[in-house]
């Protein structure tokens, strides 16, 4: 049986969906060049009155993904203004995430799945992980979520992506 290592498990999903992620977002601006409005008007898109707005989705997502890799390979996290204003400032903030995920060496991931992993929470005390459930149970499911969300968003905005556009090539 072929064992995954964490450095496999983490590192390669991540930059997976943060590369389909750009290319949704150049399928956006192309939408939105054919249809003559400005990109702009993502930057503000909720599914529903309650949620995060588009911008929001990309910001966490992005902050998933380095953060979970910082964490499990025991380095600082890198740290971003979340102050994109523009649908190309969310194309640069994916790239530097993207670079940050697959510059950090598989060597750094050595036994990262049994050491302890702590997320500060605004309210209250932390959650504690060991380093396999946090990437597994935590982590991914994070990241994922606002990475679907961030494609359901350009989805309703009429966006012509298709499941190929989210799973890639």
Same mark, same amino acid.
């Given at each position: 049986?072929t064992q995954?290592?964490?450095h #496999? =498990? /983490?590192?390669a @999903?991540?930059?997976?969906?943060? #590369?389909?992620? !750009?290319?949704?977002?150049?399928?956006?601006?192309?939408?939105?060049? =054919? *249809?003559?409005?400005?990109?702009?008007? +993502?930057?503000t898109?909720? !599914?529903?009155?309650?949620?995060?707005?588009?911008? *929001?989705?990309i910001?966490?997502? /992005?902050?998933?993904? *380095?953060?979970?890799?910082?964490?499990?390979?025991?380095?600082? &996290?890198? *740290? +971003?203004?979340?102050? $994109?204003a523009s649908?190309d400032?969310?194309?640069?903030? &994916?790239?530097k995430?993207?670079?940050?995920?697959? /510059?950090? @060496?598989? =060597?750094?991931?050595?036994? /990262?799945?049994?050491? $302890? &992993?702590? &997320? @500060?929470?605004?309210?209250g005390d932390?959650l504690?992980f060991?380093?396999?459930? %946090?990437?597994?149970?935590?982590?991914?499911?994070?990241? +994922?979520?606002?990475?679907?969300t961030? %494609?359901?968003?350009?989805r309703?905005?009429?966006?012509?992506?298709?499941?190929?556009d +989210?799973?890639?090539?």
């Amino acid at each position: 049986m072929t064992q995954i290592s964490m450095h #496999g =498990a /983490s590192v390669a @999903p991540f930059a997976k969906m943060l #590369g389909n992620m !750009l290319n949704w977002l150049e399928a956006a601006k192309s939408h939105a060049e =054919a *249809k003559k409005f400005s990109t702009d008007v +993502y930057l503000t898109l909720r !599914l529903a009155p309650d949620m995060l707005p588009f911008t *929001k989705q990309i910001q966490i997502a /992005s902050d998933a993904a *380095k953060g979970c890799v910082a964490r499990l390979a025991g380095q600082e &996290i890198p *740290k +971003y203004e979340d102050n $994109e204003a523009s649908l190309d400032d969310l194309v640069e903030r &994916i790239r530097k995430t993207r670079e940050f995920v697959l /510059s950090v @060496p598989e =060597a750094a991931f050595a036994g /990262s799945e049994a050491c $302890e &992993i702590s &997320i @500060p929470r605004r309210t209250g005390d932390p959650l504690k992980f060991d380093g396999l459930t %946090y990437l597994q149970h935590f982590a991914l499911p994070n990241f +994922y979520f606002h990475a679907t969300t961030t %494609y359901a968003l350009l989805r309703h905005a009429g966006v012509p992506l298709g499941k190929g556009d +989210y799973l890639g090539g």
